[in-house]
């Protein structure tokens, strides 16, 4: 059984930084890029980046590109979101994703973390 | 890179069908069979139920529906049940280029 679970969310002051991890489960991890996707309140789903299983291609939408990194370690089946300059408008919910061998989908997810911004 | 054009509502009666649109590009939805759509109840982890335009993953109902005309994808629920109230969004590969993917604005389905 596939398993994603997020940790590292809380609460961080504007312009600070935040860590999220995803541990995986149930799958062979390295054969499988990931995803970050947020949910702002109120909004709809936003992508925020995407490493490719072994971790040397990485996306970016412009929205977080320059502030956000991405990395996994394999040996550990975990995946992590390294968010810096944090804004309010970064407030959301954080959910890890695993993507289909051949990157057809996106086919698990995770519960998601929460992260907000404010002072 | 736009987002997918989706309904932000579509509302039906228990046993009704309903049809949620996903409105892309030539670019995305056009040049790819490759639209997913994801049911999201609040606080739970959204769960595929279309992928590749048209197929159920294993363990999704079949009153779950997909279809695709052109740049236009669609998802159908049939036989509308209470529990099938939730946000759904459809997802298209984009390509290699500067982002990989890209996502609908979400629609809430509403169970009268």
């Known amino acids: 059984e596939v398993q994603l679970v997020e940790s590292g969310g809380g609460l961080v002051q504007p312009g600070g930084s935040l860590r999220l991890s995803c541990g995986a489960s149930g799958f062979t991890f390295s054969s499988h890029a990931m995803t970050w996707v947020r949910q702002a309140p109120g909004k709809g789903l936003e992508w925020v980046s995407i490493i490719s299983g072994s971790g040397i291609s990485t996306y970016y939408p412009d929205s977080v590109k320059g502030r956000f990194s991405i990395s996994r370690d394999n040996s550990k089946s975990t995946v992590y979101l390294h968010m810096n300059s944090l804004r309010a408008e970064d407030t959301a919910i954080y959910y890890c994703?695993?993507?289909?061998?051949?990157?057809?989908?996106?086919?698990?997810w995770g519960q998601g973390t929460l992260v907000t911004v404010s002072s | 890179q736009s987002a997918l054009t989706q309904p932000a509502s579509v509302s039906g009666s228990p046993g009704q069908s309903i049809t949620i649109s996903c409105a892309g590009s030539s670019s995305d939805v056009g040049s790819y069979n490759l639209v997913s759509w994801y049911q999201h109840h609040p606080g739970k982890a959204p769960k595929l139920i279309i992928c590749e335009d048209t197929k159920r993953p294993s363990g999704v109902s079949n009153r779950f529906s997909g279809s695709k005309s052109g740049n236009t994808a669609s998802l159908t629920i049939s036989g509308l049940q209470p529990e099938d109230e939730a946000d759904y969004y459809c997802c298209s590969y984009a390509g290699s280029s500067a982002f990989p993917y890209v996502l609908g604005t979400g629609t809430k389905v509403t169970v009268l």
């Open positions: 994703a695993k993507i289909q061998e051949n990157w057809n989908d996106v086919d698990y």
